[in-house]
């Protein structure tokens, strides 16, 4: 049995078309990172681009925020990181953010190495500085890509 013309067009539209049709994209594997420890999350940091981090707990809103964080980790990848920490299962990396409502979504970005802030007494410990911004923007690939503009992150092969 032969697709029919409509399908075929629906078929083709959906693999193309960039603007919203209402319609699940296939975003193929995902692309966000889930949380594990804070080591690997430094390793992260280490590799120098943005990371988005969404501090989540399960809830209605958190299910949305998933989605939108599937699409946006899938159009911005490589570039820009996204990270998934569930707050019940390491409650002292999110209690470190001094934040009241869950789910909210910070940036971590620019690691520079600490030079000369003092003497570590471990010669093996190195130490980062790693700037913080609070999201605020609309939750979504709009929003997203709004805000790496206006805070300047490359996110593209083209800007």
């Known amino acids: 049995m032969s697709e029919s013309f409509l399908d075929r067009m629906v078929s083709q539209l959906r693999s193309t078309c960039k603007f919203y049709t209402g319609y699940p994209k296939d975003l193929g594997p995902s692309r966000i990172i889930p949380f594990t420890s804070e080591r690997q ?13 969404a501090f989540t707990i399960k809830c209605t809103y958190t299910q949305h925020l998933d989605k ?4 946006a980790a899938a159009t911005f990848y490589p570039h820009i990181k996204f990270v998934r920490v569930e707050c019940p299962k390491y409650p002292g990396f999110c209690l470190t953010r001094q934040k009241n409502e869950y ?13 000369g802030h003092g003497k570590s007494v471990d010669p093996n410990i190195t130490k980062y500085s790693v700037k913080v911004l609070p999201f605020n923007y609309d939750q979504s690939v709009y929003g997203f890509r709004e805000y790496f503009k206006k805070h300047g992150f490359k996110y593209s092969e083209t800007n």
Do not use: S, W
């Not at 939108?68 to 699409?71: D, G, I, P, Q, S």
């Not at 789910?103 to 030079?115: D, I, L, R, W």
């Open 103 to 115: 789910p909210f979504v910070e940036v971590f970005y620019n690691p520079e190495q600490a030079a």
């Open 68 to 71: 939108v964080l599937e699409e």
């Open 41 to 53: 999350f430094v390793q992260l940091l280490h590799e120098g681009r943005p990371v988005v981090v």
